[in-house]
């Protein structure tokens, strides 16, 4: 890590020093768009607009302390990129994602508005299954720049995520067919954005090995600006969607 | 960037640094004023509202950074202006309107209340054209002192700009004529004011060919203030318009 810190170019750092500013900024005004949306919908859809904003809310705060951490790290003066030895700790973001993405999984399935018991099952089952994949994904992470350790720990990950946009893609299948007319295309496109948006991650994560080494500076600045693109699309574009199907269905019931 | 530092006069250093704190000081009124406005609108246009607030919240966050970037690449002790060599990132105006100005587009469209496919449609191409129009500016921007990569990359960007222009004028006229009477004033004013303060951005880009060079004192003075001006007409007063718009409205809907 600290390698590829001390090699990066004033326009890689920029460019990671932007893009964590972006998250900060977008995720503040989505946690604010999501929260003032609560009194735009009836009562039983004001805890899936709650969630939506804790996750945005959650990102922020992560963003924010990667940001310091950063500045902390490397710092850019009279044109010049210095590590100051300080460790930039990138285990912010899994951390983030062990709180983050069960939540996701959780909003979902609460727009749909399932029966109790199947709401409860969906949710334990993805649930586990998105706190092993992240804890598998950090123990590769965590290892650095050792290849090896970074992608056997990568393959075991992959498994519950698999698991994963299976559950989505098949398991919600038949009640996204149960979904009202003038929502059902949304709740599809939630769907579909959950397992797009995700295959980013994967494709962050095994990125450096066909570019030039995960030590690298380069590899360095894909990796969080992958992450950070991600990010923005699965939590505050996501959330956006999911928005509009709280909006719609609202309107649809008796206010 | 950093030469253009290094030659600021005192008077020139305050008149920067009390414009970006004046931004700050407008924003933080601003965000209030709408969000608080909510509770005096009826439901359809409580979202207007939101966006409103959030285009001068993350104007907000913007300037204050850009403030406490400011304060740390130059100081003004004894009278005497020093760089301390520390970057002065100029790039956060282009990360808030990348954020911003197509979440301005929307405000007009969404107060207008047209139906929902012209609604997304519309958001659609003027979004994607504004963030094009954002990304291409600032590469010229980026490109520092040197005129002529930043007279190309400022051309390219004139072209979404004319595009989004044009249809403001031309392609949202017919659903002006079709607001009710005591708005119709309101929503053309609000439209030509987008218009005339755009025009602002490109005076100021390319001011600096005019007047002694992108690199000196004198043309980073004129960005910073004239950008700042543009940003509080474009952002605040707008909004205000647009408060008023949604505000005769719910006015005129049963309540």
Redesign the interface.
Known sequence: MLEALTTLS?NQY?LV??SL??G???F??AT??FW??R??VSIEYKTVLTITGLVTFIALYHYFRMFQSFEAAV?????VVEATGKEFNSSYRYVDWLLTVPLLLIELILVMRLTQSETVSRSTSLGIAAALMIALGYLGEASGSINSTRLIWGALSTIPFLYIVYTLFVGLGDAIKLQPDNVQGLVMRARNLTVASWFFYPIVYFAPFVLSGAGSSGAFVMIQVGYTTADLVAKAGFGLLIYMIAVRKSAASVR
């Open positions: 004033p920029s020093y932007n500013s972006f900060i900024a977008t503040a005004a604010i768009f003032f949306g009194s735009q710092t850019l003066t009279n044109g």
